[in-house]
């Protein structure tokens, strides 16, 4: 079974910017999807942005011009650039990984904040 971890949240002022890491280990699937999600205080979870195998990618519009996703299917590691960074954009965000039947796995989340 895969297990994710995340790194690399933390606080910042608003414009500044943070790279989100997100590391896979075990086994027992191949991996389709990889994306990030986010969820703010007294909300829904919901997509930042994710990205298949072959590297296509999707961006909520809130993010788009401003996020960067990318991944390593070697390594299989998601990351996800973020610039010029809102308060809005405050939030804990989550790592899935998707595998080619539609089983997610998270991980635990990491806190991002951000400060006007």
């Known amino acids: 079974q895969r297990q994710l971890a995340e790194s690399g949240g933390g606080s910042v002022q608003a414009g500044g910017s943070l790279r989100l890491s997100c590391a896979t280990s075990?086994?027992?699937?191949?991996?389709?999807?990889m994306g990030w999600y986010r969820q703010a205080p007294g909300k829904q979870r919901v997509l930042v942005a994710d990205?298949?195998?072959?590297?296509?990618?999707n961006y909520a519009d809130s993010v788009k011009g401003r996020f960067t996703i990318s991944r390593d299917n070697a390594k299989n590691t998601v990351a996800l650039q973020m610039n010029s960074l809102k308060p809005e954009d405050t939030a804990v965000y989550y790592c899935?990984?998707?595998?080619?039947?539609?089983?997610?796995?998270w991980g635990q989340g990491t806190q991002v904040t951000v400060s006007s």
């Open positions: 899935k990984a998707q595998s080619w039947n539609g089983v997610d796995y």
């Open positions: 075990g086994s027992g699937f191949s991996i389709n999807i």
């Open positions: 990205i298949t195998r072959s590297g296509s990618t």
